[in-house]
């Protein structure tokens, strides 16, 4: 399969600089939005955790809850986000995120306990698991095979940005209006900002040529793939697009069936395996109580 798509890649104009590139730049940037949400609602418990508790009065099991309700959220949305960017596109699905993360912030910062706060930080986590879903399959498809790693990368930058930011925000509020007991507000609403950039932004960006082709609307990806490309290379990306869409409604994958084939089996288990061992490292601890 590789040397397949090396041959097709070859066989491609070269991704010569140009309006195109810089155009791609900026889709890239306002999806990525996604990735420091991401991050950002992850971290930012760290820092506002202590004077919730206080404010909210909770315990050590509500404590406990309310932090990594979000999590459980995360694990649907992530189930829940990829059907849905496939049966409505990963566009639609990131501007829905987008009002998702505005709903689910908003929510907690005007949460009266923290039983409103748990259902909204679960809110949020559909948001999370949705966008790490949606926003890498959305980049890779508008992405040349030239860049598409380094683009998609920039969503993992964004992610960790997000994190960083949250802690460098929380230090910057806390030392300001820390004698407020709402303090813990503030650090939270701070994420409706990217939420209304990511919305903002993906108004104006394109759908992803692949799921167009992949809903017989040609016309449209190709004028999208004149947008990110140069015009002969877009033409010529067209059949590539085209192939790559038809062999995936051909093998049906991302089903269970998918298991028995062995490559696919071996991808599964590593990444499961990376996942479950990276727990060893104890980060998530550090990320969520370092404060504490």
């Not at 491609?12 to 420091?36: E, K």
């Not at 879903?133 to 969503?155: D, H, I, K, M, Q």
């Not at 016309?219 to 947008?227: C, G, N, S």
């Not at 298991?259 to 395996?273: M, Q, T, Y």
Request: glycine residues 10%.
């Amino acid at each position: 399969m590789s040397s397949q798509v090396s041959t097709t890649g070859s066989s491609l104009p070269p991704d010569a600089p140009g309006p195109h590139s810089r155009r791609l730049g900026v889709i890239a940037v306002v999806a990525t939005f996604g990735g420091l949400l991401f991050g950002y609602d992850t971290g930012v418990i760290n820092g506002a955790l202590e004077p919730l508790k206080e404010d909210l009065s909770l315990t050590s099991f509500t404590e406990g809850f309310v932090v990594s309700i979000l999590i459980f959220g995360a694990a649907i949305g992530a189930l829940v986000g990829g059907r849905l960017s496939d049966k409505y596109g990963r566009r639609h699905n990131i501007l829905m995120l987008a009002g998702i993360f505005v709903l689910g912030t908003l929510g907690c910062v005007l949460a009266p306990s923290w039983e409103v706060l748990a259902v909204f930080r679960f809110i949020l986590g559909l948001a999370v698991g949705g966008a790490s879903a949606t926003v890498p399959v959305y980049l890779s498809e508008v992405s040349p095979f030239e860049r598409r790693g380094s683009l998609v990368t920039r969503n993992e930058v964004m992610i960790v940005s997000g994190q960083f930011a949250a802690f460098v925000i929380n230090a910057l509020i806390f030392n300001i209006w820390g004698e407020h007991d709402s303090v813990w507000r503030y650090m939270l609403l701070v994420a409706v900002l990217p939420a209304f950039a990511l919305f903002f932004g993906m108004l104006r960006m394109p759908e992803s040529p692949r799921w167009l082709v992949s809903q017989g609307r040609d016309e449209d990806a190709l004028a999208v793939l004149k947008q990110v490309r140069s015009p002969e290379r877009a033409e010529a990306e067209m059949a590539e697009v085209h192939a790559l869409a038809e062999e995936e409604k051909l093998s049906q994958t991302g089903g269970a069936a998918d298991l028995s084939v062995r490559w696919i089996r071996r991808l599964i288990f590593i990444g499961v395996g990376l996942g479950v061992f990276q727990q060893f490292t104890g980060i998530n601890s550090v990320m969520y109580y370092g404060t504490q």
